[in-house]
């Protein structure tokens, strides 16, 4: 009997086992928490005494060394351009180094270790042809010998046995460890002895994109095909190449040799493992959970399962680092409380500071879920649709940064978002008088604040003020009046399709047609009847300018000096745009016109980015906390937009009346000239005036429009307008019909 117990109990003891480490059957907390756990690696960067890794081209890794070459830029009274090679150990103890003070137009690109310890690289030559009309350039390669310090022994020219190929580029080098070196091209594989003697070449009859030397000798070429994306294996000991081998997951991101795994994969979010034929890769690395704050990765190279050496760049630095990174035991990683921030496209910048949050706080872990990853080639709306699916689960990130392809108001009438007022107003608040207000009173519905936006651009229609200073903003009536006043020969807009037009006015001015809270549409009036009228005068394609001439093309960019072309529709990002409109573009002052809209004032804020919190976080304060620091001085005054903060704008417009200027390596401030070309002719910038700069900050603080996205509306509008513009169906035929799907669209209030 107490045999019989003995054995239950180790029974259940292995079920237990079982149960936490496979990871399979637990709750999805249980998962995640498992996942995150595993995708954790220790960081140690190596410093390289004496060399510059931002100079450094191409990196291997043999014999607990690490081989570099790359180009020194050097500027004085002459400026000069020497490549070099560097050897150095694990330690970061230089071991060898050696510029090729050569001629400057040649350069080594990727090299690799032949079996003799010697270096072979492909060299590139830019030479300069001279004829009697033109210079044009030729480009040579060469596989150059070199000794394992980087002098050169021996050259030839890459592909001349092959002259009947029509195009040859050499891409990357292996060598087989057997006394052989094998270059791919853009189309096949050659390869030479070690004594620089052609042996062979295998065309291949797709394009070739990237190559691996897999751990097994075997060679990945990955293709692109008619098929899509393809992989052919070539059995270098037998000179075998395989048929083409479907990629399951389409490969996007730069591949490496992996250990465990064929291929390890540099993606955005971090590190994965993949093995050729199937459908999925699995997560290696996270970069935030490991808060690695790596912004890309440049090389990578596996030691074994558990690590790795990585020559990648810094997102907060802006600077290229050499480290080895461990797998950190999943039994050694603090628990902590897990919060996310997802988003359609999560920029760098803020995954650097979801790093620094993390670093600095033992508690709490932000996550980062970027959706964006989901997309493919074929189709873009895989992250959108993944978003839309986790957020009807209910699993909506804690943060989410908003995108203006989002269907907000189908958020809002869900409640997801949290209102942001209590907080801005709360103990740990910001104080709203140094902030413009007007910009959390756009993003402010029935008195509450669910999005919060740090910076932001100007989506406006400009145009010369002594053509069109008499308007301060306008409707559409108002809008085509000026139209008709227009004469024949001035175009309206330069170069702009109509489905352009169409998406900019109703992203901006939706509202003079749409109102949302009443779910009516008017697209059955007078004025959107002459607003069709207007868009069939405008191209469904651009116009080809690419046989224009000099005379031709500088005419082109004259147009708004001359008057040919009355408006503008722009982006605007910063003071400097103004200041390049005015003196450069336009030659003279201007006027923010906006789009059309029911209360004349058309310019509108692009939230490029926009936080909100959801409602079901159990730790709003620690998302709060988060997203507040981006709207902090220290924050605020680096942004190169217009920033919401007051002092920070102050402090812009103020050196917009300045000459630009920079720092230079003893801190000394030095001013430099700034110029617009407008084709063959400089334009010098002087600094915005007094009163340029109060334009700009009157029409900033006057905003309270927003754009938003009606592509829905926009596509009934493209679908049902077609017969109108290939003059089969009056404008208000289709206008009546307009109508009824976009009502129809809405539904009915109650």
Known sequence: MKQKQLVSRLECLLLV?????????????????????????????????????????????????FYFNGTLYTIGKEAEANSFYAVYDTEGKQISYRELLGTPEESDGKFALGSNGDIYAITTRTVEEEDVEDHYYTVEQYLVH???????????PIGQEEAEQDYLYANAIFADGAGKVE????????????????????????????????????????????????????????NEISEPIVVNREIRDVSYSGKGYHLLISGQAGISGYNIGDSEESEIMNFVNSNADISAIYNLISINNMEFYSRYFGNTDQTTHLSKFTKVDPADVKDTIKLTLGGLLINPEIKSYVVDFNKSNEKYHIQVQDYNLYNTL?????????????????????????????????????????????????????????????????????GKLYQLVPYFDVSTVIGKSSLVGGYTGWNMDKFMEVLAETPVETKVFSNVLRVDVLNRFLSVSGGEFLDKEANTCSFNTESFISFLHFLKTLPDLYQDTTDYNDDEWNHMLQQYRNNETLLQMVYMLNFTDCGEWIQGMFGEPITFLGFPSKESSGSAIEAEVSFTISSKSKEKDVAWEFIKYFMEDDYQKTVT????????????????????????????????????????????????????????????????QTVQNNDAVVSIITEEAAPFFAGEKSAEEVAQMIQSRVQLLLGDKD
């Open 17 to 65: 086992l079982i149960f936490l480490f496979s990871g399979c059957g637990n709750t999805p907390e249980q998962q995640d928490d498992y996942a995150f756990k595993n995708s954790v690696y220790r960081e140690e960067e190596i410093v390289l005494k004496g060399l510059d890794l931002d100079a450094v081209s191409n990196m291997i890794y043999t014999g607990e060394r």
């Open 146 to 156: 070199r000794s394992n310090d980087g002098t050169e022994i021996s050259r030839t």
């Open 183 to 238: 270059i791919v091209t853009n189309s096949g594989v050659l390869e030479y002895d070690e004594e620089l003697n052609y042996l062979r070449y295998d065309n291949i009859t797709e394009e070739i994109i990237d190559a691996v030397l897999l751990q097994d000798g075997t060679l990945a070429l990955i293709c692109y095909s008619q098929d899509g994306q393809v992989i052919r294996k070539v059995d270098l000991k037998n």
């Open 378 to 446: 074929e189709d873009n709306t895989l992250g959108l649709a993944s978003l839309n699916a986790d957020i009807e689960a209910g699993q909506v990130p804690d943060i989410l940064i908003m995108d203006s392809g989002m269907p907000i108001d189908s958020y809002m009438e869900k409640g997801i978002f949290e209102d942001l007022n209590p907080y801005l107003d709360g103990k740990n608040g910001i104080d709203r008088s140094r902030y413009l207000q007007n910009i959390f009173d756009a993003y402010t519905i029935n």
């Open 641 to 704: 937009m217009f920033p919401v903060n007051l002092p920070a704008l102050q402090t812009m417009s103020q050196k917009a009346m300045e000459k630009p200027s920079y720092t230079d390596e003893y801190g000394n401030r030095v001013e430099y000239e700034n110029s617009y070309w407008l084709g063959e002719s400089e334009i010098m910038l002087e600094p915005m005036s007094q009163e340029e700069v109060d334009s700009v900050m009157e029409m900033l603080g006057s905003l309270h």
